[in-house]
């Protein structure tokens, strides 16, 4: 049955296995399609007749396989390997036999390969002893042989070169040799046939018959082999290639459902994987000598290095499927396993990735059980202590193969209870190495929970708290002994799970994926970690230039997560910034994103440092980057402040093409590179990035004052689907995923983007003030698009209006109003919850996050813009700002006013309050006081020293001449009045450009602006053929208020009411309100033939102007500015 194997075996054995290397094809780079379609191999190929060539004719060319330097043995680093105890226990452990010729043999064997000194020596004693003569070993390599063989392999493969070790023999000189890297090194093995031989030997030998003693594996020696093929990462990952359990074991075992259904999981019985790894191994073996046979065919060493190594990915199949064989013997015998032995399968098998929830469970439940056993020994005599290495490959080994189980919980558990015992006293065993790996495992397993509660999880979270400050506690006391990755990585646990971090900061806050683990020494844990980050901070300073481009990140977002800033801190992020400067052509893409982010969050805002991360994401780069990276970077240069150089190149709505920045120009600048570079990406491939990804994109455009109609309407459609879409029914993706924030967020972007066509200086928009906002935003996406985009935000937002924060709220409310729009519902269910939350007490612990003064101020005015009713709001907001205002005796004044409220805010109050027709006895005199100070004579000189200000707005100035006004003669019990000769000496000195004017009046209310349009005009003179006398535009100013009316505002004539059409006499006024004094319902009767015309509306151009043709025709009502002007010229008589 085996002769043509033994006819192979004699052939590799005469010429000494040299074979060609050049071509070899990393199992890494095999494609999974490839592997998958070489899965199943038929029943009818046996393992016999594997090649026709039956002679020994077959050369093999020696084409430079390097041999290097025997290299000696670490010894102490040896001992913490699987296998290599020592010398006198790799003797002991070989198994007895009756032939001590073959067992002095074995021994002999042995003795040579752990006094190899590199990989080709071990290959080469594989050779010379005659492993490769037959099957299985040829009855000269034992199962010892085989897990020292494989095992010393590994070791050399993953060991770094220092040619200072490397050993001499006798009679030799030294010779210089080149290093490798491990990869190198690993590529050399695998592409050497003697390896693949000696696995496929070891295959055929791990299934070979159990009456053949030689070859009875045992504990240690499975546990050697798991760990040597995962170190030489040869097994492709379950996903690539299925796992093979035994049917048997699921009739023994506890196997849980989610092993059952696990689609990388395929269930055999021993038989047939047996049968399967045996003609696997044949395989392997036919395919070295084919290409050794066709090497042999060719003439020159160039032609015969072309040929590629092919029997590589079927040796990486053949590897999978021994590691599925060891994992089915360790499941039969799994109490022979010692905690060093299971330790290092969990490593193995989570390595290769070739890992699954019942073979772990079973492995963690045994070694809890033997960890619990060495604890109750003298934990003070250190050899009876349990090895620290054994904790922490085991949780690392669960947290890189993703499982979650009990058996999992229970390790965490086993773990702190060991630290926790005898106070600590095992924790100064631990290497940073180990407690920083310790503490990444706890964490990343923390972090892959999925947001149902299970009762073990309040299990788990108290013992990865003690294991954490068991960490934090090690590294205050010997920090300097803590490399730089062990720092970052143990500084990236505590922040994923929040650990040190107050609950205060965490109230609410469900804007973000996070782990926040409730302590019941919360303040303690908190001064615990901020000691230990100053301490980090401080260690780290000297050494920055040690740490590699990841570790920097991890320390900055660390930092940043845990809130720990000031001092030291400050520092460190400049030295953080400084690093990133010099070396960010080695920052990786996710490395620059989130640490612009972290610098951006702390608030350090070095714009040279932004210039030169931004410098590497281009459009030429752009593809490789991941959507998180691209939105955090451009988050983070929004969020700092770094501007474009070129912020109008893309606005391809209102600038015409010809006085856009060029592409040469573009790319000339990294910022504005940058921004192009992340929304041409989100344009291309918007299904990949994620609700929170979208949101900061367009939030970044819009808060850096980036105009860029494509990709606002790019993404409108594909979150509600374009025009076309919607009459076909498809919906688009819709706004799962957007928590509160986002959607808030979003809205804002959108209404932001429309608002911000006021500042350009090129503008195509011939409308101005509201109007031209909703002619943007409908030239930008489409009005039909806008709508559906708002009414889904408006929809998602009710089912989820609890969650909402206050300035989730405010942005919300703002975007709606900002663009004209109403949705009634929500708009209720807004003043719901707000009223509601303002009723909790303040002392209870359920009361809410309290509100910002622009908050409020941001609430109510949206609402008194939308004209929806909010009496009861501003009733239930008064107590609150008076209380927020007022100093610690319970009273307010210009100074404690400011340290809550801006005047700007302040004055978007009073016109609100004005609009809705609401005056708060309590609330309009704190309002008059931090406009104008007490009793309204204060001094505006000293008002601008108290608000840091430059005065009041000159929109602000037309504002309070309203408010005034209502105030007469609505509210004239209240005794406001305006300071005497207002408005001189109030008003700022504006020297902000046209730009920071339309960023910083986000909530301008109504100017003065006198416009004649086309349809008044037309109107004028229809009403003149019948005979109407009237006039056009009709001023009132504060003289006439005061002359004909007793309404006194001013002591300075301003004009500021004004009728499109009057006749005077008769006191009739007539006013052409165009779309830009409405608002259009979302939600309104859907019976109502006004809502039933779906078709958009139009772009129309005219004497180089651009504007829109409103034909929507949705249900409207008047706005709050004109139901406001309404109001006081019927109070005037007309």
Same mark, same amino acid.
């Given at each position: 049955?085996?002769?043509?194997?033994?006819?192979?075996?004699?052939?590799?054995?005469?010429?000494?296995?040299?074979?060609?290397?050049?071509?070899?094809?990393?199992?890494?780079?095999?494609?999974?399609?490839?592997?998958?379609?070489?899965?199943?191999?038929?029943?009818?190929?046996?393992?016999?007749?594997?090649?026709?060539?039956?002679?020994?004719?077959?050369?093999?060319?020696?084409?430079?396989?390097?041999?290097?330097?025997?290299?000696?043995?670490?010894?102490?680093?040896?001992?913490?390997?699987?296998?290599?105890?020592?010398?006198?226990?790799?003797?002991?452990?070989?198994?007895?036999?009756?032939?001590?010729?073959?067992?002095?043999?074995?021994?002999?064997?042995?003795?040579?390969?752990?006094?190899?000194?590199?990989?080709?020596?071990?290959?080469?004693?594989?050779?010379?002893?005659?492993?490769?003569?037959?099957?299985?070993?040829?009855?000269?390599?034992?199962?010892?042989?085989?897990?020292?063989?494989?095992?010393?392999?590994?070791?050399?493969?993953?060991?770094?070169?220092?040619?200072?070790?490397?050993?001499?023999?006798?009679?030799?000189?030294?010779?210089?040799?080149?290093?490798?890297?491990?990869?190198?090194?690993?590529?050399?093995?695998?592409?050497?046939?003697?390896?693949?031989?000696?696995?496929?030997?070891?295959?055929?030998?791990?299934?070979?018959?159990?009456?053949?003693?030689?070859?009875?594996?045992?504990?240690?020696?499975?546990?050697?082999?798991?760990?040597?093929?995962?170190?030489?990462?040869?097994?492709?990952?379950?996903?690539?290639?299925?796992?093979?359990?035994?049917?048997?074991?699921?009739?023994?075992?506890?196997?849980?459902?989610?092993?059952?259904?696990?689609?990388?999981?395929?269930?055999?019985?021993?038989?047939?994987?047996?049968?399967?790894?045996?003609?696997?191994?044949?395989?392997?073996?036919?395919?070295?000598?084919?290409?050794?046979?066709?090497?042999?065919?060719?003439?020159?060493?160039?032609?015969?290095?072309?040929?590629?190594?092919?029997?590589?990915?079927?040796?990486?199949?053949?590897?999978?499927?021994?590691?599925?064989?060891?994992?089915?013997?360790?499941?039969?015998?799994?109490?022979?396993?010692?905690?060093?032995?299971?330790?290092?399968?969990?490593?193995?098998?989570?390595?290769?990735?070739?890992?699954?929830?019942?073979?772990?469970?079973?492995?963690?439940?045994?070694?809890?059980?033997?960890?619990?056993?060495?604890?109750?020994?003298?934990?003070?005599?250190?050899?009876?202590?349990?090895?620290?290495?054994?904790?922490?490959?085991?949780?690392?080994?669960?947290?890189?193969?993703?499982?979650?189980?009990?058996?999992?919980?229970?390790?965490?558990?086993?773990?702190?209870?060991?630290?926790?015992?005898?106070?600590?006293?095992?924790?100064?065993?631990?290497?940073?190495?180990?407690?920083?790996?310790?503490?990444?495992?706890?964490?990343?397993?923390?972090?892959?929970?999925?947001?149902?509660?299970?009762?073990?999880?309040?299990?788990?979270?108290?013992?990865?708290? @003690?294991? #954490?400050?068991?960490? $934090?506690? *090690?590294?205050?006391? &010997?920090?300097?002994? /803590?490399? =730089? !990755? %062990?720092?970052? +990585?143990?500084?990236?646990?505590?922040?994923?799970?929040?650990?040190?971090?107050?609950?205060?900061?965490?109230?609410?806050?469900?804007?973000?994926?996070?782990?926040?683990?409730?302590?019941?020494?919360?303040?303690?844990?908190?001064?615990?970690?901020? @000691?230990? #980050?100053?301490?980090? $901070?401080? *260690?780290?300073?000297? &050494?920055?230039?040690? /740490?590699? =481009? !990841? %570790?920097?990140? +991890?320390?900055?977002?660390?930092?940043?997560?845990?809130?720990?800033?000031?001092?030291?801190?400050?520092?460190?992020?400049?030295?953080?910034?400084?690093?990133?400067?010099?070396?960010?052509?080695?920052?990786?893409?996710?490395?620059?994103?989130?640490?612009?982010?972290?610098?951006?969050?702390?608030?350090?805002?070095?714009?040279?440092?932004?210039?030169?991360?931004?410098? %590497?994401?281009?459009?030429?780069?752009?593809?490789?980057?991941?959507?998180?990276?691209?939105?955090?970077?451009?988050?983070?240069?929004?969020?700092?402040?770094?501007?474009?150089?070129?912020?109008?190149?893309?606005?391809?709505?209102?600038?015409?093409?010809?006085?856009?920045?060029?592409?040469?120009?573009?790319?000339?600048?990294?910022?504005?590179?940058?921004?192009?570079?992340?929304?041409? %990406?989100?344009?291309?491939?918007?299904?990949?990035?994620?609700?929170?990804?979208?949101?900061?994109?367009?939030?970044?455009?819009?808060?850096?004052?980036?105009?860029?109609?494509?990709?606002?309407?790019?993404?409108?459609?594909?979150?509600?689907?374009?025009?076309?879409?919607?009459?076909?029914?498809?919906?688009?993706?819709?706004?799962?995923?957007?928590?509160?924030?986002?959607?808030?967020?979003?809205?804002?972007?959108?209404?932001?983007?429309?608002?911000?066509?006021?500042?350009?200086?090129?503008?195509?928009?011939?409308?101005?003030?509201?109007?031209?906002?909703?002619?943007?935003?409908?030239?930008?996406?489409?009005?039909?698009?806008?709508?559906?985009?708002?009414?889904?935000?408006?929809?998602?937002?009710?089912?989820?209006?609890?969650?909402?924060?206050?300035?989730?709220?405010?942005?919300?409310?703002?975007?709606?109003?900002?663009?004209?729009?109403?949705?009634?519902?929500?708009?209720?269910?807004?003043?719901?919850?707000?009223?509601?939350?303002?009723?909790?007490?303040?002392?209870?612990?359920?009361?809410?996050?309290?509100?910002?003064?622009?908050?409020?101020?941001?609430?109510?005015?949206?609402?008194?813009?939308?004209?929806?009713?909010?009496?009861?709001?501003?009733?239930?907001?008064?107590?609150?700002?008076?209380?927020?205002?007022?100093?610690?005796?319970?009273?307010?004044?210009?100074?404690?006013?400011?340290?809550?409220?801006?005047?700007?805010?302040?004055?978007?109050?009073?016109?609100?309050?004005?609009?809705?027709?609401?005056?708060?006895?309590?609330?309009?005199?704190?309002?008059?006081?931090?406009?104008?100070?007490?009793?309204?004579?204060?001094?505006?000189?000293?008002?601008?020293?108290?608000?840091?200000?430059?005065?009041?707005?000159?929109?602000?100035?037309?504002?309070?001449?309203?408010?005034?006004?209502?105030?007469?003669?609505?509210?004239?019990?209240?005794?406001?009045?305006?300071?005497?000769?207002?408005?001189?000496?109030?008003?700022?000195?504006?020297?902000?450009?046209?730009?920071?004017?339309?960023?910083?009046?986000?909530?301008?209310?109504?100017?003065?602006?006198?416009?004649?349009?086309?349809?008044?005009?037309?109107?004028?003179?229809?009403?003149?053929?019948?005979?109407?006398?009237?006039?056009?535009?009709?001023?009132?100013?504060?003289?006439?208020?005061?002359?004909?009316?007793?309404?006194?505002?001013?002591?300075?004539?301003?004009?500021?009411?004004?009728?499109?059409?009057?006749?005077?006499?008769?006191?009739?006024?007539?006013?052409?309100?165009?779309?830009?004094?409405?608002?259009?319902?979302?939600?309104?009767?859907?019976?109502?033939?006004?809502?039933?015309?779906?078709?958009?509306?139009?772009?129309?151009?005219?004497?180089?102007?651009?504007?829109?043709?409103?034909?929507?025709?949705?249900?409207?009502?008047?706005?709050?500015?004109?139901?406001?002007?309404?109001?006081?010229?019927?109070?005037?008589?007309?």
């Amino acid at each position: 049955m085996f002769f043509s194997c033994l006819v192979i075996l004699t052939v590799l054995s005469w010429f000494n296995f040299k074979i060609a290397v050049q071509g070899f094809t990393s199992p890494s780079l095999i494609s999974s399609q490839w592997i998958y379609s070489q899965y199943r191999t038929t029943r009818s190929e046996r393992f016999i007749s594997l090649f026709p060539y039956q002679n020994n004719k077959v050369r093999f060319h020696d084409i430079d396989v390097s041999r290097s330097a025997a290299a000696s043995r670490d010894s102490k680093s040896e001992a913490l390997l699987p296998g290599s105890k020592n010398r006198s226990r790799q003797k002991n452990y070989i198994h007895n036999s009756s032939n001590n010729a073959e067992l002095g043999q074995a021994k002999a064997i042995n003795k040579e390969l752990i006094d190899a000194g590199s990989a080709q020596e071990v290959l080469d004693i594989f050779i010379s002893k005659g492993g490769a003569k037959g099957t299985a070993g040829g009855n000269v390599f034992n199962s010892v042989n085989f897990s020292t063989c494989l095992h010393r392999l590994a070791r050399f493969v993953n060991q770094h070169d220092h040619s200072h070790n490397h050993k001499i023999k006798k009679g030799t000189q030294p010779t210089i040799q080149k290093t490798h890297t491990v990869d190198e090194k690993r590529r050399s093995v695998l592409s050497d046939p003697r390896t693949a031989i000696l696995i496929a030997a070891l295959s055929e030998a791990i299934v070979e018959n159990k009456s053949n003693d030689a070859l009875l594996f045992n504990n240690r020696e499975l546990a050697n082999l798991g760990w040597a093929i995962a170190k030489l990462k040869v097994a492709p990952p379950s996903n690539v290639y299925p796992v093979v359990r035994s049917k048997s074991l699921f009739q023994h075992l506890d196997a849980t459902n989610e092993t059952k259904n696990n689609t990388d999981i395929i269930f055999s019985s021993i038989e047939d994987m047996h049968q399967d790894i045996l003609m696997t191994a044949a395989k392997v073996r036919r395919e070295v000598l084919e290409v050794a046979k066709e090497r042999n065919l060719l003439k020159t060493p160039a032609e015969r290095a072309a040929v590629k190594n092919k029997w590589i990915p079927t040796l990486s199949q053949l590897s999978g499927k021994l590691l599925d064989m060891i994992a089915t013997k360790v499941l039969g015998m799994l109490k022979d396993f010692n905690s060093q032995e299971l330790a290092n399968l969990l490593y193995a098998f989570a390595s290769a990735g070739r890992a699954d929830l019942l073979l772990f469970e079973s492995l963690s439940d045994q070694l809890v059980i033997n960890m619990q056993d060495k604890s109750k020994l003298n934990s003070k005599d250190k050899r009876l202590r349990p090895k620290p290495q054994e904790f922490s490959n085991s949780v690392w080994a669960f947290a890189s193969a993703g499982l979650r189980g009990d058996g999992q919980v229970k390790l965490i558990e086993g773990v702190a209870d060991i630290l926790d015992h005898d106070n600590g006293a095992i924790v100064q065993d631990f290497k940073p190495q180990e407690l920083s790996n310790t503490a990444w495992g706890v964490a990343t397993l923390l972090a892959k929970r999925g947001s149902e509660q299970v009762p073990s999880y309040k299990r788990e979270n108290q013992a990865a708290l @003690r294991i #954490l400050r068991w960490v $934090a506690k *090690s590294i205050e006391e &010997r920090v300097e002994e /803590f490399k =730089p !990755q %062990e720092i970052s +990585n143990s500084v990236w646990a505590f922040a994923t799970v929040g650990f040190g971090i107050s609950s205060s900061a965490v109230q609410l806050n469900t804007n973000n994926e996070y782990i926040y683990l409730e302590s019941d020494s919360e303040e303690a844990d908190r001064v615990l970690v901020s @000691r230990v #980050l100053n301490i980090v $901070a401080d *260690s780290s300073m000297n &050494r920055l230039h040690r /740490f590699r =481009p !990841q %570790e920097l990140n +991890n320390l900055a977002w660390g930092i940043c997560r845990l809130g720990c800033n000031g001092g030291k801190m400050d520092q460190l992020f400049e030295g953080v910034g400084q690093e990133l400067m010099k070396r960010h052509s080695y920052f990786k893409p996710q490395d620059i994103g989130t640490t612009l982010w972290s610098f951006a969050t702390f608030e350090y805002f070095d714009e040279d440092v932004y210039r030169s991360a931004a410098s %590497e994401l281009t459009l030429r780069k752009s593809r490789s980057f991941k959507p998180q990276e691209l939105s955090n970077t451009v988050w983070a240069l929004a969020t700092a402040g770094v501007i474009p150089q070129y912020a109008d190149a893309f606005d391809t709505t209102i600038i015409p093409k010809a006085k856009r920045p060029s592409l040469s120009e573009v790319t000339s600048d990294p910022i504005t590179e940058c921004f192009a570079a992340a929304t041409t %990406e989100l344009m291309r491939r918007p299904h990949e990035f994620k609700a929170q990804e979208i949101k900061d994109v367009l939030w970044s455009l819009s808060k850096a004052s980036i105009r860029h109609p494509g990709v606002f309407k790019r993404v409108a459609e594909h979150l509600v689907g374009s025009d076309a879409d919607f009459e076909n029914g498809i919906l688009g993706r819709g706004m799962d995923g957007f928590s509160p924030q986002g959607l808030g967020n979003l809205a804002w972007a959108y209404a932001k983007q429309a608002q911000l066509a006021a500042a350009v200086n090129e503008s195509t928009i011939g409308s101005t003030g509201r109007l031209a906002v909703y002619e943007t935003s409908c030239l930008d996406v489409g009005e039909n698009l806008v709508r559906r985009l708002f009414s889904r935000i408006a929809e998602t937002g009710i089912e989820n209006i609890h969650r909402f924060k206050p300035q989730d709220l405010s942005n919300t409310c703002w975007a709606f109003s900002t663009l004209g729009l109403l949705h009634n519902v929500f708009f209720q269910r807004v003043h719901q919850e707000v009223i509601g939350r303002l009723l909790v007490p303040r002392d209870s612990q359920a009361a809410v996050i309290k509100f910002k003064a622009q908050e409020i101020a941001n609430l109510v005015w949206s609402f008194a813009t939308l004209n929806v009713e909010a009496s009861s709001m501003i009733e239930k907001f008064t107590p609150f700002i008076v209380q927020m205002c007022s100093n610690d005796n319970g009273e307010y004044t210009e100074e404690s006013i400011a340290r809550y409220i801006k005047r700007q805010e302040v004055a978007n109050l009073a016109w609100s309050c004005a609009v809705l027709g609401e005056y708060p006895d309590d609330l309009m005199p704190l309002l008059y006081t931090a406009l104008f100070g007490k009793v309204c004579k204060g001094d505006p000189d000293y008002l601008k020293k108290v608000y840091g200000d430059d005065g009041i707005q000159k929109q602000t100035i037309m504002t309070m001449f309203y408010v005034q006004m209502a105030l007469h003669i609505e509210a004239p019990d209240l005794g406001l009045s305006l300071p005497y000769g207002f408005p001189s000496g109030w008003q700022e000195s504006d020297t902000r450009t046209k730009r920071q004017k339309v960023i910083d009046n986000e909530t301008g209310s109504t100017m003065l602006q006198i416009t004649t349009s086309k349809l008044q005009q037309n109107i004028s003179r229809t009403l003149k053929k019948i005979g109407f006398d009237h006039r056009i535009e009709h001023l009132i100013s504060t003289d006439d208020l005061q002359s004909e009316y007793g309404i006194s505002l001013s002591s300075i004539n301003q004009e500021f009411l004004s009728l499109d059409i009057a006749n005077i006499d008769k006191m009739i006024g007539i006013e052409v309100d165009g779309p830009g004094h409405f608002v259009n319902i979302l939600d309104g009767d859907e019976s109502d033939d006004t809502a039933s015309n779906n078709i958009g509306g139009v772009m129309r151009i005219g004497k180089g102007k651009t504007g829109w043709e409103f034909t929507a025709n949705s249900q409207q009502k008047i706005n709050g500015p004109t139901a406001l002007k309404h109001r006081l010229m019927s109070h005037l008589g007309w």
